[in-house]
């Protein structure tokens, strides 16, 4: 089975700040990652799908990219709305899985 | 687009309970659906998936055996039957279709609200 390892688990950030996590693959997925916000108490929302390409509605300032076995989600300038947690998830094959998420708290 | 999760409750260990998600807004039967849950404190874990044509479904291993997840496309509702439910079980479960027509392996768009299982005695 392929496994999702997020980094960092968590992290302080203020509003404006540029932020950059990294989703590393046990194996080379191509570009089968998407990536998801979670807020308590909501359904999770997808952000990026296909590593880099950014789901309608989706404010321009969130971006992917990657391939193969590392890919990033960055927030160029983070907002009071953006404090959630972030999951990155592979669809290259069964088992389907989710890296264990980066928690982005206010500073 | 809208899906709609219900059926958690409350169930001792060793117990059967079913989760039902009414999708609404799409074409039913050609899209795949899954489930994934959180348990408290805990990140997401995905959990199940049916193909569009019912024809396959896939489980992770932590509930491989004991799950199973079939689809009604009369009334447009996907059932996961849980067995044998032990206490890691506990969480919020959240109904999601692929977003993409036609394929199993993709990503989740959109997603229900979630029903809460709690497994205790």
């Known amino acids: 089975a392929i496994q999702l390892t997020q980094s960092p688990s968590s992290l302080s950030a203020s509003v404006g700040d540029r932020v950059t996590v990294t989703c590393r693959a046990s194996q080379a997925i191509s570009s089968a990652l998407a990536w998801y916000q979670h807020k308590p108490g909501r359904a999770p929302r997808l952000l990026i799908y296909d590593a880099s390409l950014l789901e309608s509605g989706v404010p321009s300032r969130f971006s992917g990219s990657g391939s193969g076995t590392e890919f990033t989600l960055t927030i160029s300038s983070l907002q009071p709305e953006d404090f959630a947690t972030y999951y990155c998830q592979h669809f290259d094959s069964f088992p389907l899985a989710f890296a264990g998420g980066t928690k982005v708290e206010i500073k | 687009v809208q899906l709609v999760e219900s059926g958690g409750a409350l169930v001792k260990p060793g117990g059967s309970l079913r989760l039902s998600c009414v999708a609404s807004?799409?074409?039913?039967?050609?899209?795949?659906m899954t489930w994934v849950r959180q348990a408290p404190g805990k990140g997401l874990e995905w959990v199940s998936l049916?193909?569009?044509?019912?024809?396959?479904?896939y489980y992770a291993d932590s509930v491989e055996g004991r799950f199973t997840l079939v689809r009604d496309s009369a009334k447009k509702t996907v059932y996961l039957q849980m067995n044998d439910l032990r206490a890691d079980d506990t969480a919020t479960y959240y109904c999601?279709?692929?977003?993409?027509?036609?394929?199993?392996?993709?990503?989740?768009?959109?997603w229900g609200q979630g029903t809460q299982v709690t497994v205790s005695s």
């Open positions: 807004g799409f074409v039913f039967d050609t899209y795949a």
């Open positions: 999601a279709r692929v977003s993409q027509e036609l394929v199993r392996l993709g990503y989740f768009d959109p």
């Open positions: 049916i193909s569009g044509g019912s024809d396959s479904a």
